[in-house]
């Protein structure tokens, strides 16, 4: 049952001796020529090392680029990307001073302002709320100024607006988008500043609000500091463990490396989610112990290939020469072996990340693991799957960040792999 | 007859069908071959096993602690451990642990009607046979295909598709993909259902003889059934199917370009045989041979992309099954579910390899 | 020209685009192979002599390509078919034998399979029934019994496996045979069989074959004549007999010289100073110059013509060109 694995016989013609020449080519040179050896796959490999430099710098410092804290409740519930939040604004004849609800504060011993709104809408309740907590700074202040206005309440939207038209009202508060629909019929009102909330939030958010209305845009951002986070941990961890197991199952062999070989190839046939699952139940929820069982997962994956490796670089001429010089085997194992492996790990392990991050969003999309307020993409996913009928944006975008971001490392490990040694892609 | 053993007999009987065929028709070699893998099986299948029960018990943290919480006093923590007989020797828990396998009786679930644990799988496995079978099938027709498409394009716009599709899909959380097809055809277009094996109303009049809905529903001949089935099968099928073809592309194209590069092909292309046949007739057949061993070893993505698909649909399956037992903290059957995906891992794999060697002439003969 | 000549190739180019840098694996190569004549071409490995065996049906694909030259088989230049029309030359009249018989079957395929898809992929209406009544007299008249055209390939010896490549390349009736090493992969008694069948061959269907070796031995046991290659250029062609009594190029009496000798004399073997050159930067002049025992002044400044020696004995060296040739090759 020969299994032979043809190389390409293609690439050159029999015996070549440029081959040699090839290999005396310096590391620096190799990468800028590689260019255009490799078209595409450099290109793959340039832009996707950009963006993993982007998240993690992103996952460094996401208060920098977040516009709200994660766990603010910024605006209102379940808004759409990009939609204008429906603020009560203060709408003014176009020749008024009064530019905010607080200018229409006059003494004590002056008429009381009257404010036009529209009978059974909680714009009057908005302008009660909001002319009180004014009215609570000011009146201790020096000016002896009051904010107490009069409500006038007409029946229809027109009315109201009317009313101010003609002078029976300083000011009228309706909502913005009541306004923007008969802005047209009223070229001598505009609209003064929003009565409550921030001028910053009526512009609406980028990705939306979620259920409670937190803004997805700023958890995105502070979510990539968990997914690198889990993923970085738990593939160094697995590096840390899997790499000297497989040096030492390949260069000691025997019992040792069949026995050792048997569990870690059962391990590596396992579902790993599955089992990332059980060991997450066993051990309680934490981020730690989402770490912990990843890292065991991935174990197998570096000590397959580096096993493979040292076998092979054993094997050849020049460790044999070493030993007969009387290399102590510490020795071999430092100056022949780990350099070579070197290369392959660091390719291997940018892959392992993307694996890892994906595993990790699907524990915390099953809600295993990890506290469910907590801003990670799997949660806001999870989160978003109860709302998938009316908040298409809580699923999308942290789906699309993970995406993105398992994208940017497989795409560098491969691009690498390509490059560097193409052997390595059949892992 | 319960449903489980009437899967075992749909399934078993035609592959041992098969087994005799080959044993009757095939060399000495073949023979030797499959015998030998078949007894290797069982020693995966307790290593898997092994490895599964020192997993859960090695770690530290304890499952009854956690499944109390605060709540657990210190004598509720040690009744229920003795209960479930983990104050015993860790030996003689691995023993009885053994013999549950052997004779799948793994106990009663701790919550709910305290049914036994084997009767609820009964009912959860064929709904997870039926959404792997398909889309097992989906993600080869896909991936074999689209790979040796992309290896017949190679380097050209179809290739370069086909390489970016393979990586993406690669890059897709599984349970996004499966929402984003929901929010699409489902909640956008409403052309499919989102959650569930059938629809609520049909699916009182379907007469459950295996558990495979849609086998049943041929079966006793009801066709509201059948389609409503087929409709709630779909999204699941395509965001599993989808999700493995990426792989398989993968796998296919490099293999199919490695054997164009094979003496053979040379040879047969000085004989006058045309690109075409060269790489669906010969490559692409040769190619397959490592492409099947290759595809044993995605049983693990297929397994673990199952349990995320069954949670994205309420798809009631094994998966879902362990999801839902971890929330409740049903230990038992937590760790009964885990041995039953071990096994099957196992028995995956040996059916592929059994596939392997009749498909190459090398092993046949 | 009194001879028939089957396949003229003239200044033939083909080159490699590697990661160095672009290299002539063969380089301004002309030639001739005449009708019914087995021609040996042998040359170190690495020396382009397959990649020129390859070249004859423009088989090559991926970083290799034909840059220059025409290919002259039988009266039309191959080069100015299409890449859809090329595939009925390959198999139909020129054959090929390759190196290794162990890969070249398709491990897949039934050996009656590969003859008689071969058969139909260039005459489609020939019956199924027929197709296999063909290739079981073919196999028959190589040797093989025709119960084994249903085994796989696996199941046949090197030898037998080489005999099912010759009925390949015969099935269609092939004017010209180009045999890629054939027998490097073979032991020495099969070797001499699967020769003795060649030269058979060559008598009973009027074949032309061209034997690509680069064994010394083989050459001399059954070719009628020898081209030398050197570093991607042709360097002496002509009769068998002539060449190896009398090699013109240093580098011919240089390999005829290494070859060992089955008289047990002690001798030592001759050994060639130096290495053949990297293509990438081959040297100017006379690529075999820095190897050459009677190197002058010309040798690394011009390159010799592959000219007439003798009657119909070429070489190229300038130790065969007068002065005034030289002179002027220097003035011009």
Same mark, same amino acid.
């Given at each position: 049952?020969?299994?032979?694995?043809?190389?390409?016989?293609?690439?050159?013609?029999?015996?070549?001796?440029?081959?040699?020449?090839?290999?005396?080519?310096?590391?620096?040179?190799?990468?800028?020529?590689?260019?255009?050896?490799?078209?595409?796959?450099?290109?793959?490999?340039?832009?996707?090392?950009?963006?993993?430099?982007?998240?993690?710098?992103?996952?460094?410092?996401?208060?920098?680029?977040?516009?709200?804290?994660?766990?603010?409740?910024?605006?209102?519930?379940?808004?759409?990307?990009?939609?204008?939040?429906?603020?009560?604004?203060?709408?003014?004849?176009?020749?008024?001073?009064?530019?905010?609800?607080?200018?229409?504060?006059?003494?004590?011993?002056?008429?009381?302002?009257?404010?036009?709104?529209?009978?059974?809408?909680?714009?009057?309740?908005?302008?009660?709320?909001?002319?009180?907590?004014?009215?609570?700074?000011?009146?201790?202040?020096?000016?002896?100024?009051?904010?107490?206005?009069?409500?006038?309440?007409?029946?229809?939207?027109?009315?109201?607006?009317?009313?101010?038209?003609?002078?029976?009202?300083?000011?009228?508060?309706?909502?913005?988008?009541?306004?923007?629909?008969?802005?047209?019929?009223?070229?001598?009102?505009?609209?003064?500043?929003?009565?409550?909330?921030?001028?910053?939030?009526?512009?609406?958010?980028?990705?939306?609000?979620?259920?409670?209305?937190?803004?997805?845009?700023?958890?995105?951002?502070?979510?990539?500091?968990?997914?690198?986070?889990?993923?970085?941990?738990?593939?160094?961890?697995?590096?840390?463990?899997?790499?000297?197991?497989?040096?030492?199952?390949?260069?000691?062999?025997?019992?040792?490396?069949?026995?050792?070989?048997?569990?870690?190839?059962?391990?590596?046939?396992?579902?790993?989610?599955?089992?990332?699952?059980?060991?997450?139940?066993?051990?309680?929820?934490?981020?730690?112990?989402?770490?912990?069982?990843?890292?065991?997962?991935?174990?197998?994956?570096?000590?397959?290939?580096?096993?493979?490796?040292?076998?092979?670089?054993?094997?050849?001429?020049?460790?044999?020469?070493?030993?007969?010089?009387?290399?102590?085997?510490?020795?071999?194992?430092?100056?022949?072996?780990?350099?070579?492996?070197?290369?392959?790990?660091?390719?291997?392990?940018?892959?392992?990340?993307?694996?890892?991050?994906?595993?990790?969003?699907?524990?915390?999309?099953?809600?295993?693991?990890?506290?469910?307020?907590?801003?990670?993409?799997?949660?806001?996913?999870?989160?978003?799957?109860?709302?998938?009928?009316?908040?298409?944006?809580?699923?999308?975008?942290?789906?699309?960040?993970?995406?993105?971001?398992?994208?940017?490392?497989?795409?560098?490990?491969?691009?690498?792999?390509?490059?560097?040694?193409?052997?390595?892609?059949?892992? | 007859?319960?449903?489980?053993?009437?899967?075992?007999?749909?399934?078993?009987?035609?592959?041992?069908?098969?087994?005799?065929?080959?044993?009757?028709?095939?060399?000495?070699?073949?023979?030797?071959?499959?015998?030998?893998?078949?007894?290797?099986?069982?020693?995966?299948?307790?290593?898997?096993?092994?490895?599964?029960?020192?997993?859960?018990?090695?770690?530290?943290?304890?499952?009854?602690?956690?499944?109390?919480?605060?709540?657990?006093?210190?004598?509720?923590?040690?009744?229920?451990?003795?209960?479930?007989?983990?104050?015993?020797?860790?030996?003689?828990?691995?023993?009885?642990?053994?013999?549950?396998?052997?004779?799948?009786?793994?106990?009663?679930?701790?919550?709910?009607?305290?049914?036994?644990?084997?009767?609820?799988?009964?009912?959860?496995?064929?709904?997870?046979?039926?959404?792997?079978?398909?889309?097992?099938?989906?993600?080869?027709?896909?991936?074999?295909?689209?790979?040796?498409?992309?290896?017949?394009?190679?380097?050209?716009?179809?290739?370069?598709?086909?390489?970016?599709?393979?990586?993406?899909?690669?890059?897709?959380?599984?349970?996004?993909?499966?929402?984003?097809?929901?929010?699409?055809?489902?909640?956008?277009?409403?052309?499919?259902?989102?959650?569930?094996?059938?629809?609520?109303?049909?699916?009182?009049?379907?007469?459950?003889?295996?558990?495979?809905?849609?086998?049943?529903?041929?079966?006793?001949?009801?066709?509201?059934?059948?389609?409503?089935?087929?409709?709630?099968?779909?999204?699941?099928?395509?965001?599993?199917?989808?999700?493995?073809?990426?792989?398989?592309?993968?796998?296919?194209?490099?293999?199919?370009?490695?054997?164009?590069?094979?003496?053979?092909?040379?040879?047969?292309?000085?004989?006058?045989?045309?690109?075409?046949?060269?790489?669906?007739?010969?490559?692409?057949?040769?190619?397959?041979?490592?492409?099947?061993?290759?595809?044993?070893?995605?049983?693990?993505?297929?397994?673990?992309?199952?349990?995320?698909?069954?949670?994205?649909?309420?798809?009631?399956?094994?998966?879902?099954?362990?999801?839902?037992?971890?929330?409740?903290?049903?230990?038992?059957?937590?760790?009964?579910?885990?041995?039953?995906?071990?096994?099957?891992?196992?028995?995956?794999?040996?059916?592929?390899?059994?596939?392997?060697?009749?498909?190459?002439?090398?092993?046949?003969? | 020209?009194?001879?028939?000549?089957?396949?003229?190739?003239?200044?033939?180019?083909?080159?490699?685009?590697?990661?160095?840098?672009?290299?002539?694996?063969?380089?301004?190569?002309?030639?001739?192979?005449?009708?019914?004549?087995?021609?040996?071409?042998?040359?170190?490995?690495?020396?382009?002599?397959?990649? =020129? $065996?390859?070249?004859?049906? &423009? %088989?090559?694909?991926? +970083?290799?390509?034909?840059?220059? !030259?025409?290919?002259?088989?039988?009266?039309?230049?191959?080069?100015?078919?299409?890449?859809?029309?090329?595939?009925?030359?390959?198999?139909?009249?020129?054959?090929?034998?390759?190196?290794?018989?162990?890969?070249?079957?398709?491990?897949?395929?039934?050996?009656?399979?590969?003859?008689?898809?071969?058969?139909?992929?260039?005459?489609?209406?020939?019956?199924?029934?027929?197709?296999?009544?063909?290739?079981?007299?073919?196999?028959?008249? =190589? $040797?093989?019994?025709?119960? &084994? %055209?249903?085994?796989? +390939?696996?199941?046949?010896?090197? !030898?037998?496996?080489?005999?099912?490549?010759?009925?390949?390349?015969?099935?269609?009736?092939?004017?010209?045979?180009?045999?890629?090493?054939?027998?490097?992969?073979?032991?020495?008694?099969?070797?001499?069989?699967?020769?003795?069948?060649?030269?058979?061959?060559?008598?009973?269907?009027?074949?032309?074959?061209?034997?690509?070796?680069?064994?010394?031995?083989?050459?001399?046991?059954?070719?009628?004549?020898?081209?030398?290659?050197?570093?991607?250029?042709?360097?002496?062609?002509?009769?068998?007999?002539?060449?190896?009594?009398?090699?013109?190029?240093?580098?011919?009496?240089?390999?005829?010289?290494?070859?060992?000798?089955?008289?047990?004399?002690?001798?030592?073997?001759?050994?060639?100073?130096?290495?053949?050159?990297?293509?990438?930067?081959?040297?100017?002049?006379?690529?075999?110059?820095?190897?050459?025992?009677?190197?002058?002044?010309?040798?690394?400044?011009?390159?010799?013509?592959?000219?007439?020696?003798?009657?119909?004995?070429?070489?190229?060296?300038?130790?065969?060109?007068?002065?005034?040739?030289?002179?002027?090759?220097?003035?011009?």
């Amino acid at each position: 049952m020969a299994k032979t694995k043809e190389r390409p016989s293609e690439a050159l013609p029999e015996g070549a001796t440029w081959e040699v020449e090839l290999k005396r080519i310096g590391f620096v040179r190799r990468i800028l020529t590689a260019r255009h050896w490799y078209g595409a796959d450099w290109w793959f490999v340039t832009i996707s090392t950009v963006a993993v430099v982007v998240f993690i710098i992103i996952a460094l410092f996401p208060g920098l680029f977040a516009p709200y804290s994660p766990d603010a409740l910024v605006g209102p519930s379940f808004l759409a990307p990009g939609a204008s939040v429906d603020l009560p604004v203060l709408i003014v004849p176009q020749s008024s001073t009064v530019n905010k609800l607080q200018d229409l504060a006059v003494p004590e011993s002056a008429d009381r302002p009257t404010v036009a709104v529209e009978q059974g809408l909680p714009t009057a309740g908005a302008l009660n709320e909001e002319s009180q907590k004014i009215d609570e700074v000011i009146k201790n202040q020096p000016g002896g100024l009051r904010l107490r206005p009069i409500i006038d309440r007409y029946a229809s939207l027109e009315e109201t607006l009317q009313a101010v038209v003609d002078g029976k009202d300083k000011a009228a508060v309706v909502q913005t988008t009541e306004f923007n629909k008969v802005k047209a019929q009223f070229p001598t009102l505009r609209e003064a500043a929003p009565v409550s909330g921030t001028a910053a939030t009526a512009g609406g958010f980028l990705m939306g609000t979620n259920d409670i209305g937190q803004d997805v845009f700023s958890r995105l951002l502070w979510g990539t500091r968990i997914a690198l986070i889990i993923g970085f941990s738990s593939s160094i961890i697995s590096l840390l463990l899997g790499v000297p197991l497989g040096l030492l199952a390949g260069f000691a062999g025997g019992t040792f490396d069949r026995l050792l070989s048997l569990l870690m190839d059962s391990l590596y046939a396992f579902p790993g989610l599955i089992l990332a699952i059980a060991i997450t139940a066993v051990l309680g929820p934490s981020m730690f112990n989402i770490i912990v069982a990843i890292s065991v997962l991935y174990i197998p994956t570096y000590y397959r290939i580096v096993r493979g490796q040292t076998l092979s670089v054993k094997e050849e001429v020049y460790i044999e020469a070493a030993r007969s010089i009387g290399a102590r085997q510490l020795e071999i194992l430092r100056r022949y072996i780990f350099p070579n492996v070197i290369p392959s790990v660091a390719i291997i392990f940018s892959v392992n990340v993307a694996d890892a991050i994906l595993t990790g969003a699907g524990l915390s999309f099953l809600g295993l693991g990890l506290p469910p307020t907590l801003a990670d993409w799997g949660i806001d996913v999870a989160r978003g799957q109860r709302f998938i009928q009316t908040a298409w944006w809580m699923i999308t975008f942290p789906g699309l960040a993970i995406m993105l971001v398992v994208l940017a490392f497989t795409l560098m490990g491969e691009g690498l792999m390509e490059i560097f040694n193409p052997k390595l892609r059949e892992r | 007859m319960s449903p489980i053993a009437i899967i075992a007999l749909i399934i078993g009987i035609p592959s041992l069908l098969l087994l005799a065929y080959v044993f009757v028709r095939g060399s000495t070699g073949l023979r030797r071959y499959i015998l030998t893998r078949i007894v290797l099986t069982l020693p995966m299948i307790f290593i898997l096993a092994t490895m599964v029960f020192f997993i859960l018990r090695i770690l530290p943290g304890d499952p009854v602690s956690s499944a109390l919480g605060p709540k657990g006093t210190p004598e509720m923590i040690q009744s229920i451990r003795t209960q479930l007989g983990l104050n015993d020797p860790l030996i003689v828990q691995y023993g009885r642990f053994l013999w549950s396998m052997v004779t799948l009786r793994f106990g009663n679930s701790l919550v709910g009607g305290h049914r036994p644990i084997v009767d609820e799988m009964s009912e959860r496995f064929p709904a997870t046979l039926e959404l792997i079978v398909p889309a097992s099938i989906l993600a080869l027709l896909v991936g074999v295909y689209g790979g040796a498409l992309a290896a017949a394009k190679r380097k050209r716009a179809l290739d370069f598709s086909l390489r970016i599709y393979s990586v993406v899909i690669y890059s897709l959380p599984i349970f996004w993909f499966g929402l984003v097809l929901q929010l699409f055809f489902g909640v956008r277009l409403r052309w499919l259902p989102i959650s569930g094996r059938i629809d609520a109303v049909i699916g009182t009049s379907l007469k459950t003889i295996t558990n495979i809905y849609s086998l049943d529903a041929l079966l006793t001949g009801n066709w509201p059934a059948f389609f409503s089935v087929l409709q709630h099968l779909i999204l699941p099928t395509l965001t599993l199917g989808l999700i493995l073809s990426g792989v398989f592309v993968r796998m296919t194209r490099i293999n199919v370009i490695e054997t164009m590069q094979a003496d053979y092909i040379a040879a047969a292309r000085a004989r006058g045989i045309r690109e075409r046949v060269l790489i669906y007739g010969h490559a692409l057949k040769n190619a397959m041979i490592p492409v099947i061993t290759l595809i044993g070893l995605q049983v693990a993505i297929l397994l673990a992309g199952a349990v995320l698909t069954e949670t994205v649909f309420s798809w009631p399956g094994m998966g879902s099954y362990l999801v839902e037992r971890i929330s409740a903290r049903d230990y038992t059957a937590v760790q009964s579910v885990i041995t039953v995906f071990a096994m099957l891992v196992a028995l995956i794999s040996l059916a592929v390899d059994v596939i392997y060697s009749l498909v190459d002439p090398r092993v046949r003969y | 020209m009194t001879e028939d000549i089957l396949y003229s190739i003239r200044n033939l180019t083909v080159e490699y685009r590697t990661r160095a840098g672009s290299v002539q694996a063969v380089d301004n190569v002309s030639l001739d192979i005449r009708r019914g004549e087995i021609l040996g071409l042998v040359g170190e490995s690495g020396c382009g002599k397959s990649t =020129l $065996g390859k070249a004859l049906m &423009r %088989l090559h694909t991926g +970083p290799a390509r034909i840059t220059n !030259g025409e290919l002259w088989f039988d009266g039309r230049d191959l080069m100015t078919l299409s890449d859809r029309e090329m595939p009925d030359v390959r198999g139909a009249e020129i054959g090929m034998v390759f190196q290794d018989p162990m890969t070249s079957l398709n491990p897949v395929q039934k050996i009656l399979d590969h003859l008689t898809e071969t058969i139909h992929t260039h005459e489609p209406e020939t019956s199924a029934a027929a197709a296999r009544t063909r290739a079981e007299e073919l196999v028959e008249r =190589l $040797g093989i019994r025709r119960e &084994r %055209l249903n085994e796989y +390939p696996h199941q046949m010896s090197g !030898g037998m496996r080489q005999r099912v490549m010759i009925s390949l390349a015969l099935a269609l009736r092939a004017k010209l045979v180009i045999a890629d090493e054939p027998t490097t992969s073979l032991d020495v008694i099969v070797e001499a069989k699967f020769l003795d069948l060649l030269r058979e061959l060559q008598k009973e269907f009027g074949l032309t074959i061209l034997l690509i070796t680069h064994n010394i031995g083989v050459v001399a046991e059954v070719a009628d004549r020898v081209a030398v290659m050197y570093a991607a250029r042709m360097v002496e062609v002509g009769d068998v007999r002539d060449v190896f009594a009398d090699p013109k190029h240093p580098y011919t009496q240089g390999l005829l010289r290494s070859v060992p000798n089955i008289k047990l004399d002690g001798g030592e073997l001759y050994k060639m100073d130096g290495a053949p050159p990297s293509l990438l930067h081959p040297p100017k002049g006379c690529r075999f110059h820095p190897r050459c025992p009677f190197a002058m002044g010309i040798c690394s400044v011009e390159e010799p013509s592959l000219d007439a020696v003798e009657n119909d004995h070429l070489a190229s060296c300038w130790l065969y060109r007068d002065v005034a040739v030289k002179q002027e090759a220097r003035n011009g």
